[in-house]
T-cell receptor, first 112, second 113 residues
Framework: EPEVTQTPSHQVTQMGQEVILRCVPISNHLYFYWYRQILGQKVEFLVS????????KSEIFDDQFSVERPDGSNFTLKIRSTKLEDSAMYFC??????????FGPGTRLTVT | AQSVTQPDIHITVSEGASLELRCNYS??????LFWYVQSPGQGLQLLLKYFSGDTLVQGIKGFEAEFKRSQSSFNLRKPSVHWSDAAEYFCAVGNQRASNLFFGTGTRLTVIP
């Protein structure tokens, strides 16, 4: 069964640095999402992407965040200038139609 | 406002015992409901979902859940728990129009021999 994949599994960065988290959604899916989970807290929606544009975003998804689908297979989340509070597990998800989502294994981002 | 409540932070059950994890939701539209499981250090695996129709839905790994509109609940059940079921369980709600899912805070399940 096809799965959503994410790289890297763990990213350590210094405060103020830019990071790019990468995801390969399931190939025939049309909707793409990013969620995050701060340690010990609930999973929170960041952004959804459809037809090469953002379809919805949460209050968390401020100007420091951006998403891109640079080619036919990858879906990326960029954080321009990381803050300590950006430390979290970031999950990518994709779906044929909303709102269901197949989640990837996550990237643990640690900002020091 | 949309929200999901999982009132039990941590549940401990004996292997072979039955399990029920509670989930209550508050949602303005017709809800789509989900249960996900997360093993330590792993991603979220979909156990089951409810969109419409039969209010008792079957999922993977022997889990089932029942949608009760009058109680705004979607409780997860399993008749006989296995040690491998120890994990964190998340209930989530969405709808047909919205892209995003709202998650509960999760219930951590411990299984003792």
């Amino acid at each position: 069964e096809p799965e959503v994949t994410q790289t890297p599994s763990h990213q350590v960065t210094q405060m103020g640095q830019e990071v790019i988290l990468r995801c390969v959604p399931i190939s025939n899916h049309l909707y793409f999402y990013w969620y995050r989970q701060i340690l010990g807290q609930k999973v929170e929606f960041l952004v959804s992407f459809y037809n090469n544009e953002i379809s919805e975003k949460s209050e968390i998804f401020d100007d420091q965040f951006s998403v891109e689908r640079p080619d036919g297979s990858n879906f990326t989340l960029k954080i321009r200038s990381t803050k300590l509070e950006d430390s979290a597990m970031y999950f990518c998800a994709s779906s044929v139609d909303r709102p269901r989502g197949n989640f990837g294994p996550g990237t643990r981002l640690t900002v020091t | 406002a949309q929200s999901v409540t999982q009132p039990d932070i941590h549940i401990t059950v004996s292997e072979g015992a039955s399990l029920e994890l509670r989930c209550n939701y508050s949602y303005g539209a017709t809800p789509y409901l989900f249960w996900y499981v997360q093993s330590p250090g792993q991603g979220l695996q979909l156990l089951l979902k409810y969109f419409s129709g039969d209010t008792l839905v079957q999922g993977i790994k022997g889990f089932e859940a029942e949608f009760k509109r009058s109680q705004s609940s979607f409780n997860l059940r399993k008749p006989s728990v296995h040690w491998s079921d120890a994990a964190e369980y998340f209930c989530a709600v969405g709808n047909q129009r919205a892209s995003n899912l709202f998650f509960g805070t999760g219930t951590r399940l411990t299984v003792i021999p």
